[in-house]
């Protein structure tokens, strides 16, 4: 099994900037793809980037430009930058990871992100 805890979400003022961790624990080897999604209230959970185990990247639209994923293998952690942050992009975010190919097979239990006017 594979247990992913998230740290760093905070309240910040539009335009402000942070940083999200993830640390991965147990049988990583299975995890070829590592990710953040999101959940604002009332809205479905939304994919905001992922790093597959080549480093190549993908990210949503609406966070292309802002947003940065990475990650540190020999601390089994994967971050998420965020600048130029929008009320927009509060929400809950969720660390995940799986295989190459499906759907997320592990979550974290989210960290909030609030960003004021």
């Known amino acids: 099994q594979v247990q992913l805890v998230e740290s760093g979400g905070d309240l910040v003022q539009a335009g402000g900037s942070l940083r999200l961790s993830c640390v991965a624990s147990g049988s990583t080897d299975s995890i070829n793809v590592m990710g953040w999604s999101r959940q604002a209230p009332g809205k479905q959970r939304e994919l905001v980037a992922l790093?597959?185990?080549?480093?190549?990247?993908a990210y949503a639209e609406s966070v292309k430009g802002r947003f940065t994923i990475s990650r540190d293998n020999a601390k089994n952690t994967v971050y998420l930058q965020m600048n130029s942050l929008k009320p927009e992009d509060t929400a809950v975010y969720y660390c995940?990871?799986?295989?190459?190919?499906?759907?997320?097979?592990?979550w974290g239990q989210g960290t909030q992100v609030t960003v004021s006017t």
């Open positions: 995940n990871g799986g295989p190459r190919q499906g759907p997320p097979r592990y």
């Open positions: 790093i597959r185990d080549d480093d190549s990247t």
